[in-house]
């Protein structure tokens, strides 16, 4: 599967952006996706996850009740919805698809080129 992200963009603190990620196939239905993040100087990590049917999702404590993952399988699509930006959540933004429903990034065999998050104050 190819992945391709979007969305990115400068914003001002407080402010909100919607990621997408759209995948080629036609077995996007059937694949766990994930977003990551890498900012300047550190390792890439977990921002949230889907399962495949769009059921249950997950994420990282930094992000919990900001951030919304969605998915439209008829689309091909997943969606990073954040909302009440800080600086901190300034990064390069991953999404990626794995086989399994993980937090980990060695579980994500798919990855797209990643779209730069910056929020200033």
Known sequence: VQL??????????GGSLRLSCAASGRTFSSYGMGWFRQA????????SSITPSGASTSYADSVKG???????NTK??????MNSLESED?????????????????????WGQGTL????S
Do not use: H
């Open 76 to 81: 091909n699509t997943v969606y990073l919805q």
């Open 90 to 110: 300034t990064a390069v933004y991953y999404c990626a698809a794995s086989t399994y429903w993980s937090r980990y990034t060695s579980s994500y065999g798919y």
């Open 66 to 72: 900001r951030f919304t993952i969605s998915r439209d």
């Open 117 to 120: 998050v910056t929020v200033s």
């Open 40 to 47: 300047p100087g550190k390792e890439r990590e977990f921002v």
């Open 4 to 13: 391709q992200a979007s969305g990115g963009g400068l914003v001002q603190t």
